[in-house]
């Protein structure tokens, strides 16, 4: 057993902390109750029926449409079907609008909504019971607060002669659906501007209301409305300012509700014709305007090079300079295998990147870069990772491999295919701390895109950040420039395992958010880790290898379980009220979004936030400047906060100038660019 083996098991173990779902049929918060439902009592073979999941909401409480509009995350029904069977695409009732505190327009669901689509089964069905599975994943809000929620539920319906069920529900939120055609009214688009597109209605009376409800092209988010006055014909004209940089040539679709004389909302499905599809001029500024902009092509590149660079981040330097030494040794080796190990690497590097692809395409929205570091059981399972790494660097314990003693983790012998795919784990794993340039647009794309688009943006992260270790070991003879293996390299080794302890206090200091009695257990924990290492080393045999085992469990459970679930409790204005109040001041307002965990977020503090210069340009021009702390999952203010910038990831930066609608974004900070806006600013 080596040390990669050793890390997997107890990565494993920190996966395993993870509660589970139950599946269920039905799902009660103090804010709302999900339902899973059929139309009919049975399944019948080949013959469609409709399942939805009821959203049972109490007042005050709303929840999000597909498109939120300018802050939250949408509700999503992801089914789980028996082999063979078939879901149709999710079918969404006419929404709300709703104004919420800081002048932001979203479209919601109160009281109750039914998203519900149709399922076939197949033309043959075994006897017995079927089991219907459906992840459902939603944010409740009310004017103070937002509640993130999800659950697994499972209705259980028999096979043969059906009737039908929930009639009147399904049919009343039929009713709710947008029509594709017969509307009383016509629509002309204008997507000519490059910074706005308008629809102008004709075809209703004055009297009559109507409202739009957008579904923007992937990755650009329109600003509020602006209805012109009626005509005396009815006729009116919505425009939506889309700002700078997206593209004019997108289509554009969307609902348009009416209501006539008081009576029922009814809905129509619209779409810009290709026509109405202009070309216009596209200003690519940088920093950019605040929403995603460019094509498939550059978010490809602009996520290769966010890999490339990755590699000289400080999450992962102290893991990259260890493959380096590893390099150093090979330099003598068989050109082949030298070649293989750096394929076995990238395999690693891949394997990471492709499984959060996977994770991304299955939840979407919800997808959040560098989870493992706000998930207090992954962080936990981190911080004993990196821990028990330190250890295997500063020489603590030994394995026997072959009848041949060697130190864990010890760079003088020849590393095996299997050590250097896990090693491309870890980099990567500890490498989500914080995202490098050009990344966080790309990330913030990815989670609005089709499955393979995902695997592709994924794939060219990898391929990023593997390509200079491939090119290296292509070229073996390259590894001539690089220094000769010596003691030099033992010593390097041992500085190395103090770094990794230095993160792994770096994690702590997270961790420490949880409390006294998690930091307590924490430390406990790992001098029971720590120990069940030495002594796994002292005898290297079964013995040995059971107490590795035993020993982090009962730690686990007798001094952390219990303890890392203890909730932050966030204090002070809501961030949105912050905001709407400096604006309505006419002061700039500078948005740092940030975490403990982010080492790239404190390079940028260090670097840029917290020097002489740019502080008093703070003062001089009275910024307003709000912190928007992305440490924990348990904010239910942040994450929709920042996703409605396009980003999933945190470092961004965000500048609202007076009298400029776009603020200005930046994933990377630098003292002459935020100089140069604020001095834009009259005092």
């Known amino acids: ?150 659950a697994a539920l499972a209705l259980e319906l028999p096979t043969g002669p059906a009737s039908p069920a929930n009639a009147e529900l399904f049919a009343g939120f039929r009713a709710q659906l947008p029509r594709e055609s017969g509307a009383p009214f016509a629509v002309e688009w204008d997507r000519a501007k490059a910074d706005a597109f308008s629809l102008r209605v004709t075809g209703l009376g004055a009297k009559d209301r109507i409202e739009f409800f957008p579904i923007p092209p992937a990755g650009v988010v329109p600003e509020h409305p602006k209805v012109s006055d009626v005509a005396a014909d009815g006729a009116r004209t919505i425009t939506f300012p889309i700002g700078k940089g997206a593209a004019p040539n997108l289509p554009w679709r969307g609902v348009l509700a009416v209501q006539k004389d008081g009576g029922k909302r009814e809905g129509w499905s619209i779409a810009a014709p290709v026509a109405a599809v202009a070309a216009a001029p596209v200003d690519a500024t940088a920093p950019s305007s605040g929403k995603a902009d460019g094509g498939l092509l550059w978010k490809l590149l602009a996520a290769f090079l966010g890999g490339l660079i990755m590699n000289v981040m400080p999450c992962v330097l102290p893991v990259i300079t260890l493959k380096i030494f590893g390099f150093v040794n090979q330099a003598g080796e068989d050109p082949g295998r030298v070649f293989r190990l750096g394929l076995a690497f990238n395999a690693g590097v891949f394997a990471f990147f492709l499984g959060l692809a996977a994770l991304v395409a299955n939840l979407r929205s919800a997808f959040n870069w560098g989870y493992q570091f706000q998930n207090p059981y992954l962080l936990a399972g981190l911080i004993a990772l990196v821990f028990v790494f330190s250890l295997s660097l500063l020489g603590v314990f030994e394995v026997t491999l072959g009848g041949a003693e060697s130190k864990l983790g010890a760079l003088s012998q020849r590393e095996g295919y299997s050590g250097a795919f896990l090693h491309g784990l870890f980099t990567t794993l500890l490498g989500t701390s914080c995202t490098a340039p050009f990344l966080g647009t790309s990330l913030g794309f990815a989670v609005t895109q089709s499955a393979p688009v995902i695997f592709l943006l994924f794939a060219a992260i990898a391929a990023g950040m593997s390509l200079p270790y491939f090119l290296l070991t292509a070229n073996p003879g390259w590894m001539r420039y690089l220094p000769k293996p010596g003691v030099w390299m033992e010593r390097a080794k041992q500085i190395m395992g103090f770094l990794m302890l230095a993160i792994a206090a770096w994690l702590f200091g997270v961790l420490a958010l949880r409390g006294a009695p998690a930091v307590a257990g924490m430390s406990w924990f790992l001098v029971v880790l720590g120990f069940a290492a030495w002594l796994f080393g002292l005898h290297g045999g079964w013995f040995s290898r059971i107490a590795a085992l035993a020993l982090p469990i009962a730690g686990y459970f007798f001094f952390v379980h219990g303890q890392l679930a203890v909730p932050v409790v966030k204090t002070g204005e809501p961030i949105a009220a912050q905001i709407a109040a400096a604006r309505a001041a006419n002061r700039p307002v500078f948005l740092d979004f940030t975490a403990e965990w982010c080492l790239n977020c404190k390079v940028f503090e260090k670097t840029v936030l917290q020097t002489d210069a740019v502080q008093a340009k703070f003062r001089e021009k009275n910024v307003a400047f709000i912190v928007a702390d992305w440490t924990n999952t348990e904010d239910p203010e942040v994450t929709p906060l920042l996703k409605s910038f396009g980003r999933v990831g945190v470092p961004l930066y965000v500048l609202y100038l007076p009298g400029e609608e776009q603020p200005l974004v930046w994933d990377t900070l630098t003292k002459a660019s935020l100089l140069a806006e604020l001095d834009r600013v009259k005092n």
């Open 1 to 150: 057993m080596n040390v990669h083996r050793w890390f997997s098991v107890l990565l494993a173990l920190g996966l395993a902390l993870v509660p589970a779902a139950r599946a269920q049929d039905s799902h009660e918060t103090p804010q709302l109750t999900a339902t899973l439902m059929a139309d009919t009592t049975a399944v019948q073979a080949g013959k469609a029926f409709t399942a939805g999941v009821r959203v049972t909401i109490q007042p005050e409480w709303y929840v999000y449409w597909r498109f939120v509009g300018d802050i939250g995350l949408p509700t999503s029904v992801v089914w789980e079907l028996p082999p063979g069977w078939k879901a149709g695409e999710l079918q969404w009732p006419l929404p709300v609008s709703h104004e919420a505190a800081g002048d932001f327009l979203n479209y919601v669901y109160e009281n109750e909504v039914l998203l519900f689509a149709e399922i076939t089964p197949p033309a043959a069905l075994p006897p017995g019971p079927v089991t219907l599975k459906a992840k459902v994943a939603w944010q409740v809000c009310n004017p103070r607060s937002c509640v993130p929620g999800d």
